[in-house]
């Protein structure tokens, strides 16, 4: 952001203010979607229902948002993500 890079790798969920998103016409880098990783055999129906009711609500600019509370309002993870889902009704 002060002008010493010109182009760096960033995820799309923490671009910083003012960086400008280029598309990938030549489609090489893979879409970086969030992917939840459960072992089989603690997986339940519970938490697979758990697992899609965030999906369903959680959407990038959503994520952007959340990420930039911690990275920059310094919040503490846990309670932002609480917090989220309480406002969504998953809490």
Do not use: C, M
Not at 58 to 63: A, H, K, Y
């Amino acid at each position: 952001t002060d002008g010493n890079v010109q182009v760096a790798l960033l995820f799309s969920s923490s671009l910083p203010d003012g960086a400008v998103a280029l598309d990938d016409d030549q489609h090489l880098q893979p879409a970086e979607n969030l992917v939840p990783v459960v072992r089989t055999a603690k997986l339940t129906n519970d938490i697979k229902s758990a697992l899609n009711a965030v999906s369903d609500k959680l959407s990038l600019d959503e994520l952007k948002d959340l990420n930039k509370k911690v990275s920059d309002a310094k919040a503490d993870p846990a309670e932002v993500a609480k917090d989220w889902a309480k406002e969504y009704g998953l809490a």
